[in-house]
Nanobody, 125 residues
């Protein structure tokens, strides 16, 4: 599975961005998908995950109520709508694909075997 994230950029605090991650080469509709982020010197951290059915979503406490994950299986794409952005949201955001048919979707990043190259999100204060 190849993943390509896009949609990052520079935004002021309080603003919004929508990240997209397009997938190819695999059974997209049966994979749990997640967004993770990483800052220099830190480990990659969980942000949000959506189950392969799309029926279950999970969020880190730090983004709950501000971010929304969704998927469009017809377009092989997963999205992350980010509202009310804060400077502490600044990071490289990566999309990952997890094990086929996993239910419930794993939250541990080590269970995600496919990654895209990431997209930079910078939130200025």
């Amino acid at each position: 599975v190849q993943l390509q994230a896009s949609g990052g950029g520079l935004v002021q605090a309080g603003g919004s961005l929508r990240l997209s991650c397009a997938a190819s080469g695999g059974p997209f509709s049966s994979l749990p998908l997640g967004w993770f982020r990483q800052t220099p010197g830190q480990e990659r951290e969980f942000v949000s995950i959506i189950s392969w059915t799309g029926g279950n979503t999970y969020y880190a406490d730090s983004v709950k109520g501000r971010f929304t994950i969704s998927r469009d299986n017809a377009k092989n794409t997963v999205y992350l709508q980010m509202n009310s952005l804060k400077p502490e949201d600044t990071a490289i955001y990566y999309c990952g694909a997890g094990p086929r048919g996993a239910d419930p979707a794993p939250l541990n990043r080590y269970r995600y075997g496919y990654w895209g190259p990431g997209t930079q999100v910078t939130v200025s204060s």
